[in-house]
């Protein structure tokens, strides 16, 4: 049992090995299916991740079924990822390699249909991002870009923004500021209205 469990079958270079090469053709991979991929994961996109991880198993531990190896596998793996994690940070160039750029998809409230189509994406995708960031429709935004990572940035149009904290506090201000005055003139016309009122009752007091 305990042989099994630590005899790796083939050895630990060789594994290294097949663990990043497989690791940067499934980066590639992902790269040349595009940020749709990452944006929208339907269910036919569900069912290829899903089974993708069992297509290159093999790939990567080879005849390998030892816990030994699957753990230096896994701390391999890791460790190529944060290596070239670190990398890329510092890079734009390889930041562009493995991510891409952002994609304009829709300006001053049109569509940017050759994109749409580029990225594989529908009007309806760019329509419920556009309602999960405050806005009604396309033609209420100035910019929907998609970025590297398949997150939908929405920049709607001045007047239909939703109100922010900002906002809010300026508008309690002006509030504030408004009372104050009511407040003012209230206090400025009490003694006029006393006056008025002592100067009425006057006449009658006489007679």
């Known amino acids: 049992?305990?042989?099994?469990?630590?005899?790796?079958?083939?050895?630990?270079?060789?594994?290294?090995?097949?663990?990043?090469?497989?690791y940067l053709a499934l980066i590639v991979l992902l790269r040349l299916v595009g940020k749709r991929g990452l944006a929208?994961?339907?269910?036919?996109?569900?069912?290829?991740?899903?089974?993708?991880?069992?297509v290159v198993q093999n790939a990567v531990i080879g005849e390998d079924n030892s816990?030994?190896?699957?753990?230096?596998?896994?701390?391999?793996?890791?460790?190529?990822?944060s290596l070239l994690v670190r990398y890329a940070a510092r890079s734009d160039w390889l930041t562009w390699l493995f991510e891409g750029s952002p994609s304009?998809?829709?300006?001053?409230?049109?569509?940017?249909?050759?994109?749409?189509r580029r990225l594989g994406l529908r009007r309806a995708d760019l329509d419920v991002a556009v309602r999960h960031q405050g806005g009604d429709g396309i033609a209420e935004t100035k910019l929907v870009v998609l970025e590297p990572g398949g997150?939908?940035?929405?920049?709607?149009?001045?007047?239909?923004?939703?109100?922010?904290?900002n906002d809010i506090a300026a508008l309690r201000e002006q509030l504030d500021r408004l009372q104050l005055r009511l407040d003012r003139l209230a206090a400025e016309g009490a003694p006029a209205s006393r006056c008025c009122g002592g100067g009425a009752e006057g006449p009658g007091a006489a007679e």
């Open 1 to 22: 049992m305990w042989h099994d469990l630590f005899d790796a079958g083939i050895t630990y270079g060789e594994k290294a090995v097949r663990t990043v090469v497989v």
């Open 40 to 54: 929208q994961l339907n269910t036919l996109d569900l069912v290829v991740m899903l089974l993708l991880s069992n």
């Open 67 to 81: 816990l030994s190896g699957g753990l230096f596998g896994a701390a391999v793996l890791m460790a190529a990822n």
């Open 104 to 116: 304009v998809l829709a300006r001053n409230g049109a569509y940017d249909e050759r994109q749409v």
């Open 151 to 165: 997150t939908m940035v929405v920049d709607l149009l001045d007047g239909d923004q939703t109100a922010d904290k």
